[in-house]
């Protein structure tokens, strides 16, 4: 067993031993059972805590990338390299890849703030360029979304951190919907607003406190324009309120004469061919 052990193997300009094979695999072994000790005790844990699924995830991800690094070096020094000058040698590497990877790491630190800061969390309805998307999983580079109309979109972690993204899910118990239109100049302004706050009213999901309200945004070039508004508890159903509403609205102005106009222009054509 001792003259196995002893045997010695040459790869190169060094000379291995099958011990140090044996304690490279013992090593790998180790950590492995080591790594599956420490998933079991976070999952216990888990139970009683009230980390999300994101952050979760997150630590998970921490937990093996430490342990794996630590093996690493372990076998590494059990080989007898020399590692401080594999880092010294690999120094200018490193540094040109950091640079092609500026745009890599900025998304991985953003997704560490996004994790811990508790801004987004997983299942959080969020704005995103104006599209109403739903946060499916926080991982370490980008966030998986799923929009309304059902397509999967994977942003970048630095967009959701460092740009404007609207949390519906977070801050008041509600959000707010809007629908705009326009009616012909002469039509009874009080009947109109009071059709609009009807047409928000009678959608079931529109709640009833803090009640609809309607607004004479401004005098248009071809119509008088409105917004009316109402709130929600479940901001995902939004656009399918919405289309209610416009739907309503429409079946209402028929019903009482209110016309929706359309934009008209005078054209004036000049026959020069007169002038001369």
């Known amino acids: 067993m001792n003259e ?6 040459e790869i190169g300009h060094h000379v291995f031993t099958m011990l140090d094979f044996v304690e490279v695999v013992g090593v790998v072994l180790l950590s492995r059972i080591i790594l599956g000790i420490l998933r079991r005790g976070l999952r216990r844990a888990e139970r009683f805590s009230t980390l999300d699924e994101g952050k979760r995830f997150i630590v ?76 499916e999983r926080i991982d370490l580079r980008s966030t998986r979304v799923v929009s309304a109309k059902g397509e999967l979109l994977v942003l970048p972690n630095a967009k959701m951190a460092g740009e404007a993204v609207v949390n519906l899910s977070q801050g008041a118990p509600y959000s707010r919907i809007e629908v705009h239109v326009g009616v012909a100049y002469g039509s009874d302004v009080e009947r109109v607003q009071a059709l609009m706050v009807e ?59 209110v016309s929706i106009p359309f934009p008209q222009r005078d054209l004036h054509v000049i026959d020069h061919r007169k002038e001369g």
């Open 4 to 9: 196995f052990l002893t045997t010695s193997v």
């Open 199 to 257: 047409a928000m009213q009678e959608q079931p999901e529109v709640l009833k406190l803090p009640e609809p309200t309607v607004f004479f945004r401004d005098f248009g070039d071809s119509s008088l324009d409105f917004a009316v508004m109402g709130w929600l508890n479940n901001p995902w159903d939004r656009l399918a309120i919405q289309s209610r509403v416009r739907v309503t609205l429409d079946a209402k102005f028929r019903a009482h004469g």
């Open 60 to 135: 998970h991800r921490m937990v093996s990338s430490v342990v794996w690094t630590m093996a690493t070096l372990f076998v590494l020094s059990v080989l007898g390299l020399n590692l401080t000058a594999v880092w010294a040698g690999s120094a200018a590497l490193l540094v040109g890849v950091g640079i092609g990877l500026q745009g890599f790491f900025n998304d991985v630190i953003s997704g560490f703030v996004l994790l811990f800061e508790g801004g987004i969390a997983v299942g959080n309805i969020l704005e995103v360029d104006g599209q109403l998307v739903k946060v």
